[in-house]
């Protein structure tokens, strides 16, 4: 009987596209169409069906050049499938007395007035959306009780709201509004503990960096300070109060703290 190894070896001259599938003549007890053979994701599978006959395996063969670009193609499609769209139909929170409320008071209403940030109402999903500066992504909080709170769409990176070179990094996009209306600092909301390498570029372009976080996210404060250190001058300010709902001199004094 032929070693495991030995049928790899012969079988390698069959020649399989990615996805196919043959039934053949065993090559190895010559039984009439008992011997399947297929390809599936780089990984070769071969059985006969032959009772008497114990020919069957498999074995890593690796994906050729189309077969990864496929393969790339389908991961993409994937991704896009999970990632949710902005919705079509967004309006003007003005026209919406519970947003505006919203925006009111969760320290957004300067950065919204004064064009630092674009924000709309989507009817659809009864959300308040934060875009991004690129109007490729938003990060959405709900109207209602809907669960999650805040929901993301389409490419969010980082949301940031103001034009200072000083960057305050916050929990969520109201805190980066309330940042912004101090006129002196620059609010970026990241969505997650790990910087990706997409954003870690993007901080680069500012000459300092504070972290406000508050003191349930001390191990995410000081996780996200390994990361930049070496990339920009970064400081942690640890928070108890959320910068949201800070009037602009409690935020100056805070961020200002050690100065």
Known sequence: MYSTKDQIELLKSIKLSDGESKSIDCPFCNGKKKFSISNKEGVVL??????????????????????????????????RKRTRTIPETLSNPINHPAVMKYLDENGCLYAYSNSLIKIRYAPADNRCLFLSENGEGAVGRTMGESIPKWMSYGDTNLLTVGTSNHAVIVEDA????????????????????????????????????????????????????????????????????????????EIKAIVGRGQ
């Open 46 to 79: 071969w059985n006969c069906y032959k009772a008497s006959c114990k020919a069957r395996g498999a074995y890593q063969k690796g994906y050729c050049l189309k077969g990864a670009r496929n393969r790339i193609n389908n991961l993409r499609q994937i991704s």
């Open 174 to 249: 109201p805190s980066a509004c309330a940042v912004a209306a101090t006129e002196m600092y620059t609010g970026v909301a990241i969505l997650g503990t790990n910087l990706s390498t997409k954003q870690k570029h993007s901080l680069k372009q500012y000459k300092s960096i504070t972290i406000c976080l508050d003191n349930d996210a001390k191990k995410k404060a000081i996780n996200l300070l390994r990361q930049l250190r070496g990339l920009v001058p970064c400081t942690v300010r640890f928070i108890t109060k959320d910068l949201k709902y800070c009037q602009t001199v």
